[in-house]
């Protein structure tokens, strides 16, 4: 007892330290630091984590302006926007309409980014880098030097992704999903040649971004736990963002040897994925024996673990802001373990449920059918679990609370729809339609962005000392949430009327043109949506120097680790010694107390959660 008390006076007294001077002067020896070394070249887990977030929010600006490009031609296609031509230039906009070739080139730019740069790099990339130390009770990452080179990586893949944008022929245009032969043959279309190069080589420089930090993340939890902080006192953020690093490192090889055969089908003269293929004005290609469901089969297997990959940790965000913000324990904390491990699981035995088109086996098709459907059975389980959390709560509605409710609402709804895709007798008539599209976007766009966002309200005054703007956070949400719903539910009946995606122009379609009036509505709504995010942006880098300060170092009335930590806290995260832990991350509303930090030592005549 001794000990704690002695550990509470000297990280009230570094609090107090602290609320008067600036946050670079807890060590001594940190003096020297250069604007490079802090700011550029960190390997302080908290700045590596604001890189991330900073540069994923620079890609969901531009991936966003790009849905809004195309939403402007699909929502207004006989409209001409002359003022795109002289800001674009002539091969993206012309005669005042994006041309064919742009809006595939900004289709396939846009799911590339806002999937991989965005909901992986800019979501487990910040908030693994940002808690794990923290919550787990370590000074920092197993290996800072990895971290750092794990977000330098990223920022090369960025580059490089951005500089295909510039290049003559433009980016690549084969979807996201960048199958052959489109992909495979550089005379498929203007953006399979150098923007297809460029494409594969910023993927390649992510996946080794993303294998560096997931390594990194799985040995810091294992490994560097504080004193008394075992597997089953950890929050869940925690054990969803393991689980997602584990799913990372398992599934990302496979796409990798995916890119690399392409890139020997592509420059090597190999058939890894050509065969009896013909092509106007080249004739008949030499290219025998190879086939290109292969590359969906890779592609897939870290395709689908990728969806999970994206939505795990927004998930174990959403538990922890639920119970904090309820004041309650979260509901069945080892159900939601065991719920996440499930989740883990099955998400690498239902790939082929993408591929019910192509010609796969029956059998195997039910056999998907059948694991695909099992995934809602855990997925359920946490819904339910979220649900009991918030049952006779004493909610308080801050913005974070709000964005992860609106995320319980975006998964159970958009992952409904996915009962129907799931079903493969049903996606002979749905795959490939804009049915496709809202599902995807409601259960793994918006609801991961959702979650993204609540981590960002919740955790910004841990990560700048201030606060964000209260009243622009409930704007940010109300439009977002409404905005979601009215952009993709209509989505929905479009699909079921047989409406592909990925089309450019539906004017040669009859049956499609009852559709106009609410293309343009949605694309309507798209625009004052991402207005709205433009807000958020503002009020996320005016409140880093004017937002209200922090001047209480637990604001939420926390159990975890890091609101034990000063109000801005130096590299090493504590003062003093790490805190030991003696309970689970969730006893709220116990024996009378508001809320028992993880470092309180258990009092005998406590009554057991």
Same mark, same amino acid.
Request: hydrophobic share 50%.
């Given at each position: ?31 020297h630091?250069t604007?490079?070394?802090?700011y *550029?070249f ?15 929010m620079?890609w ?7 849905s ?8 207004y296609?006989?409209?001409k ?7 674009l230039?002539?091969?993206? *906009?012309?005669d005042g309409?994006?041309?064919?070739q ?6 396939t730019?846009?799911?590339t980014?806002?999937?991989?740069f965005?909901l ?5 990339g ?10 787990v009770g ?10 750092m ?5 990223f920022f ?5 992704m ?5 290049v003559?022929?433009g980016?690549?245009s084969?979807?996201w999903?960048?199958y052959?032969? !489109?992909?495979?043959?550089?005379d ?11 494409w594969?080589?910023?993927?390649? !420089?992510?996946? *080794? ?8 993340y799985?040995?810091t ?6 004193k ?5 006192r950890?929050?869940?953020?925690i054990?969803?963002l393991?689980?997602t690093?584990?799913?990372g490192?398992l ?21 890894f ?6 092509v ?11 086939n290109?469901i292969?590359f969906q ?7 689908h ?5 994206i939505?795990?940790? +927004?998930?174990g ?5 639920l119970s904090?913000?309820s004041?309650?324990p ?5 159900a ?7 989740i ?6 239902v ?7 192509t010609?796969l086996n ?9 694991l695909?459907?099992?995934i809602?059975?855990p997925?359920?389980i946490?819904?339910f679990?979220w649900l009991?959390?918030l049952?006779r709560?004493?909610?308080?509605f ?10 319980v609402?975006?998964?159970?709804s958009?992952?409904l729809t ?5 079903n493969?007798a049903?996606d002979?008539? !749905? ?6 599209v809202?599902?995807f976007h ?20 841990k990560m ?9 956070g409930?704007i940010h949400?109300w439009v977002?949430?409404a905005?979601?719903y009215?952009?993709f ?7 079921l009327?047989?409406m592909?995606r990925r ?6 379609w009859e ?5 106009g009036g !609410?293309n ?5 709504? +798209?625009l004052?949506v991402f207005?709205?995010q433009?807000?958020f942006?503002?009020?996320?880098f005016?409140?880093i120097?004017k937002?209200r300060?922090l001047?209480?170092?637990?604001p939420?009335g926390?159990?975890t ?12 995260n504590w003062?003093?010694?790490?805190p ?9 509303a116990?024996?009378g107390r508001e ?6 030592? *258990?009092d005998?005549?406590e009554?057991n959660h």
């Amino acid at each position: 007892m001794s000990n704690e008390a002695v550990l509470h006076a000297n990280v009230e007294g570094a609090t107090a330290h602290d609320a008067h001077h600036d946050h670079g002067e807890h060590h001594e020896h940190h003096h020297h630091e250069t604007f490079i070394s802090k700011y *550029v070249f960190s390997m302080d887990h908290k700045m590596i984590a604001k890189q991330f977030l900073i540069t994923g929010m620079v890609w969901a600006i531009l991936g966003g302006l790009m849905s809004v490009l195309f939403r402007l031609e699909l929502g207004y296609p006989d409209t001409k926007f002359m003022f795109l031509q002289d800001i674009l230039g002539k091969w993206w *906009v012309q005669d005042g309409r994006i041309t064919a070739q742009a809006y595939y080139a900004l289709v396939t730019t846009h799911g590339t980014v806002l999937v991989f740069f965005v909901l992986t790099a800019g979501l487990s990339g910040t908030f693994a880098n940002f808690l794990i130390p923290l919550q787990v009770g370590a000074r920092d990452m197993a290996s800072p030097f990895l971290n750092m080179l794990s977000y330098w990586f990223f920022f090369m893949a960025s580059v490089v992704m951005l500089s295909s944008i510039f290049v003559e022929t433009g980016p690549f245009s084969g979807g996201w999903t960048a199958y052959p032969p !489109l992909s495979a043959l550089r005379d498929a279309s203007p953006g399979s040649g150098r923007g297809m190069d460029l494409w594969v080589i910023a993927m390649a !420089l992510f996946v *080794v971004s993303s294998l560096l930090g997931g390594l990194n993340y799985i040995v810091t939890i294992l490994n560097m736990r504080t004193k008394g902080m075992s597997m089953t006192r950890l929050p869940l953020t925690i054990w969803a963002l393991f689980f997602t690093a584990v799913l990372g490192v398992l599934s990302f090889p496979v796409l990798l040897s995916g890119f690399i055969l392409l890139i020997f089908d592509r420059n090597f003269g190999t058939s890894f994925y050509l065969s009896d293929i013909f092509v106007n004005g080249v004739g008949a290609l030499p290219n025998e024996g190879g086939n290109a469901i292969l590359f969906q089969h890779l592609f897939w297997f870290l395709g689908h673990p990728e969806v999970y990959i994206i939505l795990l940790p +927004a998930m174990g965000m959403v538990s922890e802001i639920l119970s904090v913000n309820s004041r309650k324990p979260i509901f069945g904390y080892m159900a939601m373990v065991g719920s996440l491990f499930a989740i883990a699981i099955l998400a690498f035995l239902v790939w082929a449920h993408h591929m019910f088109v192509t010609g796969l086996n029956p059998l195997l098709g039910s056999i998907f059918v059948l694991l695909t459907l099992l995934i809602a059975v855990p997925s359920a389980i946490k819904v339910f679990n979220w649900l009991t959390t918030l049952w006779r709560g004493n909610i308080r509605f801050t913005p974070a609370m709000m964005f992860a409710i609106g995320f319980v609402s975006l998964f159970i709804s958009g992952g409904l729809t996915g009962i129907w895709l799931g079903n493969s007798a049903l996606d002979i008539h !749905l795959h490939d339609t804009m049915f496709v599209v809202a599902h995807f976007h409601i259960v793994m766009g918006v609801a991961s962005m959702f979650g993204m966002f609540a981590g960002i309200y919740h955790w910004y005054p841990k990560m700048y000392g201030r606060y964000l703007n209260n009243t622009l956070g409930y704007i940010h949400f109300w439009v977002t949430m409404a905005g979601a719903y009215l952009i993709f539910w209509p989505m929905h009946y479009e699909g079921l009327a047989g409406m592909p995606r990925r089309y450019y122009s539906y004017s040669a379609w009859e049956s499609f043109k009852q559709f106009g009036g !609410l293309n343009q509505f949605i694309s309507t709504v +798209a625009l004052i949506v991402f207005a709205v995010q433009i807000l958020f942006l503002f009020n996320f880098f005016y409140s880093i120097w004017k937002g209200r300060k922090l001047t209480t170092q637990n604001p939420y009335g926390s159990n975890t680790l890091e609101w034990t930590t000063p109000i801005r806290p130096g590299h090493g995260n504590w003062t003093g010694e790490i805190p030991e832990v003696y309970r689970w991350a969730y006893d709220y509303a116990k024996d009378g107390r508001e809320f028992i930090p993880q470092t309180t030592p *258990v009092d005998p005549n406590e009554t057991n959660h």
